[in-house]
């Protein structure tokens, strides 16, 4: 079955500085990919999405790179700030719902 | 525009007993989903639903969970009889179309199960 899963648990970064959030994806089927960002007691909020026939993609502040080769995802933030405090989660898709990995959570020092 | 509603924000019941979850999606969403967030993971998906259709039931835990979405726009999520492993934030998203791209998820109601 599909497996999403992240490198780091827990990530910290001083504010100002790039922040780099990976994640590892079994499913080479998938349709997609989303980064998701989850503060405390709310739902998830979307970030930004890639499809799989892309290696990039930008956006505010933010970067996603796919790499199929290795099945591997990543999001760049730049210059982390502290409302960038929050729980990140990787996902992806296919036809019709996605799966999610644990969550990296990313705390900005300030 | 408003966003997906859902209510309670918090339930603590007993083990055995019986809960229910309301979610509103967003209005015009055709399709609505249901996802289960255990402390620590990531959100699993339970139900899917294409007006009020199910699209994809396949991780509901039948015996215990049940869903409905009769008019194809309000859902409830039922769990009865409530377990100790049910404990979890319990999340519903809505989106226009049937994929995962254009997901908006409500606040979650928080099940606490003593």
Known sequence: ?110 | EAGVAQSPRYKIIEKRQSVAFWCNPISGHATLYWYQQILGQGPKLLIQFQNNGVVDDSQLPKDRFSAERLKGVDSTLKIQPAKLEDSAVYLCASSFRATGLSYTFGSGTRLTVV
């Open chain 1, 1 to 110: 079955g599909e497996s999403v899963g992240l490198h780091l648990p827990t990530l910290s970064v001083q504010e100002g500085d790039n922040s780099i959030i990976n994640c590892a994806y079994s499913n080479s089927a998938s349709d997609y990919f989303i980064w998701y960002k989850q503060e405390s007691g709310k739902g998830p909020q979307f970030i930004i999405d890639i499809r799989s026939n892309m290696d990039k993609r930008q956006g505010q502040r933010v970067t996603v790179l796919l790499n199929k080769t290795v099945k591997h995802l990543s999001l760049q933030i730049a210059a982390t700030q502290p409302g960038d405090s929050a729980v990140y989660f990787c996902a992806e898709g296919g036809a019709n719902n996605l799966f999610f990995g644990t969550g990296t959570r990313l705390t900005v020092i300030p």
